[in-house]
């Protein structure tokens, strides 16, 4: 009966991924805090609806894989939030470049991409920190492919609002 549960689940979570992938990564990215966040958060999500999902149970299980994977998302940044204020200082970009010489030097070679993906989500985070929310948001999903209208339905906003946030987050970042 055990594993008649997992492959029910197992089979579940496959037709909702594959009907429903587009949407599931627009969700995470909007709730994470960089790309690679959003990805592992999904696969994980995945997991978990496989190992935990009851096909018997009262609970539809899109709405369930939702929670779960927003859960996920918010659970890596409550992480990454702990790992930056751990490591914050006051930050002297002009001591940072004077530094980057002397220090690079002394960094070894990253060992593994995903050493590389934690920098860049760094590096990504930092020059996002200025924008809006709002911002931050219409941008990111603009990065992930979607147009000015699947945002704006994604959203629950005008199309409008999104061309706004868009237009003002270039120009903050080009700032």
């Known amino acids: 009966m055990h594993s ?6 197992g089979e579940i979570v496959t037709a909702i991924y594959r009907q429903k992938r587009r949407y599931l990564l627009a969700i995470a990215y909007n709730n994470s805090a ?7 958060a999904l696969q994980e999500a995945l997991c978990a609806f496989v190992r935990a999902y ?7 299980p899109l ?11 918010w659970r890596r940044l409550r992480l990454n939030r702990r790992q930056w204020d751990r490591r914050k200082v ?8 004077e530094e980057a010489g002397s220090v690079l030097e002394s960094v070894p070679a990253l ?3 995903a050493d590389e993906s934690m920098v860049r989500c760094e590096s990504v985070r930092r020059r996002l920190s200025p924008l809006k929310e709002d911002q931050r948001t219409a ?9 000015y209208e699947e945002i704006a339905e994604i959203k629950g906003w005008t199309y409008t609002k999104v061309s706004r946030c868009i237009r ?3 120009e903050v970042l080009a700032a």
Do not use: F, M, N
């Open 4 to 9: 008649v549960t997992k492959s029910g689940a």
């Open 63 to 73: 709405p369930w894989l939702i929670l779960t994977l927003k859960r996920e998302c």
């Open 34 to 40: 960089c790309r690679l966040d959003a990805e592992e």
């Open 168 to 170: 003002e987050g270039r």
């Open 54 to 60: 009851d096909p018997q149970g009262e609970s539809p």
């Open 139 to 147: 941008l990111s999903l603009q990065a992930a492919g979607y147009s």
């Open 111 to 113: 060992g593994s991409a």
């Open 90 to 97: 006051a930050w002297d970009p002009e001591a940072d470049y």
